[in-house]
């Protein structure tokens, strides 16, 4: 493993689960829990005739950055895809249990300063959803989680950090929208059905996955930035997302609560809407809803730099 100084600047994109979650809080303070040589591994998969793997594909732990102490979640997209099954649900599930129970103890202890205290849950994503070895077992995981993200409300930010190979796709599309903040880089993908199983199902002439340009500006993390469906926009390297996550712990709750786009009758009302504008746009591709949103040479904006797209680049005013 390399150094914490040295992991920084990797890429996001091609760094491992572990990698990332130590890199994304401050130097020397992770500490996995359940690592693999406690052999948390899947009871199912072996009865499949299925290679395990130690942490069943998820890295769970907790870190610090400043005074708070910050649960990370991240995926392993190199074991199944990143899928969701028992053992890795609650993993995620108990992690985000316990930054709740944590959050009580520090109001109880700290009563004049907790603010300044208060933890957070992070949670890298690289996932195409429920593992289907498990599927009873992955679904109700996710249900799990969401249940546990409408608990951590109003009192544990909640930060979904999206920016590995796999993307998050699957009910964890579902699972990310519900989160208080995301944040993505170019590389990052985000949405229900991935690329691959649209084209499996629908045909070639509905999406084809191989088309990469298609892919990555219809799910893609600029295409998330102009539609809203991202807060922040970052750099591909660990430190990028670990600056951005250091300041949205920063913000008070009640900021972090305005970063949400699900959550109450309003953001509802906002969702509906961005429907009835694709639906008046009727876009033949994402770029049509760019320019939309202002982006009067949609095309311009595939080519630009990080900061040159950033200068440029109109969104939707709905979310951030």
């Given at each position: 493993m390399?150094?914490?100084g040295e992991l920084q600047n990797n890429s996001f994109l091609e760094s491992t689960a572990r990698e990332r979650a130590i890199g994304l809080v401050d130097e020397g303070t992770?500490?996995?829990?359940?690592?693999?040589?406690?052999?948390?591994?899947?009871?199912?998969?072996?009865?499949?005739?299925?290679?395990?793997s130690f942490d069943d594909g998820?890295?769970?732990?907790?870190?610090?950055?400043?005074?708070?102490?910050?649960?990370?979640?991240?995926?392993?997209?190199?074991?199944i895809g990143g899928s969701v099954g028992e053992v890795c649900g609650a993993k995620m599930v108990y992690t985000i249990k316990l930054a709740i129970r944590t959050y009580e103890q520090i109001?109880?202890?700290?009563?004049?300063?907790?603010?300044?205290?208060?933890?957070?849950?992070?949670?890298?994503?690289?996932?195409g959803g429920v593992r289907l070895h498990e599927s009873n077992a992955g679904l109700l995981a996710h249900a799990e989680v969401m249940d546990q993200i409408q608990d951590?409300?109003?009192?544990?930010?909640?930060?979904?950090?999206?920016?590995?190979?796999?993307?998050?796709?699957?009910?964890?599309?579902?699972?990310?929208?519900?989160?208080?903040?995301?944040?993505?880089?170019?590389?990052?993908?985000?949405?229900l059905t991935g690329p691959e199983v649209i084209e499996q199902e629908m045909g070639k002439d509905e999406f084809d996955s191989s088309n990469r340009a298609l892919v990555f500006r219809t799910t893609g993390g600029r295409h998330k930035y102009i539609m809203?469906?991202?807060?922040?926009?970052?750099?591909e390297t660990i430190q990028a997302f670990r600056e951005k996550v250091s300041e949205?712990?920063?913000?008070?709750?009640?900021?972090?609560?305005?970063?949400?786009?699900?959550?109450?009758?309003?953001?509802?009302?906002?969702?509906?809407?961005?429907?009835?504008?694709?639906?008046?746009?009727?876009?033949?591709d994402s770029m049509d809803m760019w320019k939309y949103f202002g982006n009067e040479q949609p095309e311009v904006l595939l080519?630009?730099?990080?900061?040159?797209?950033?200068?440029?680049a109109k969104r939707r005013n709905a979310v951030s």
């Open positions: 390399q150094k914490w992770f500490v996995e829990l359940l690592n693999p040589k406690d052999k948390m591994s899947s009871p199912h998969l072996p009865v499949l005739g299925e290679a395990i998820v890295v769970v732990g907790i870190g610090k950055i400043g005074k708070r102490p910050i649960f990370v979640i991240s995926q392993e997209g190199r074991f109001k109880e202890k700290y009563p004049d300063s907790w603010e300044e205290r208060r933890p957070a849950v992070v949670i890298s994503f690289e996932t951590a409300r109003k009192k544990v930010p909640i930060i979904s950090v999206i920016g590995s190979k796999v993307g998050c796709f699957g009910g964890m599309g579902f699972v990310g929208a519900a989160t208080d903040v995301i944040i993505m880089s170019e590389d990052g993908r985000l949405g809203g469906d991202c807060n922040y926009l970052v750099r949205v712990v920063e913000l008070p709750m009640e900021e972090i609560e305005q970063l949400r786009r699900i959550g109450s009758s309003e953001l509802v009302e906002n969702q509906v809407r961005l429907v009835n504008e694709a639906l008046s746009v009727d876009p033949a080519g630009l730099t990080y900061d040159e797209f950033m200068k440029t």
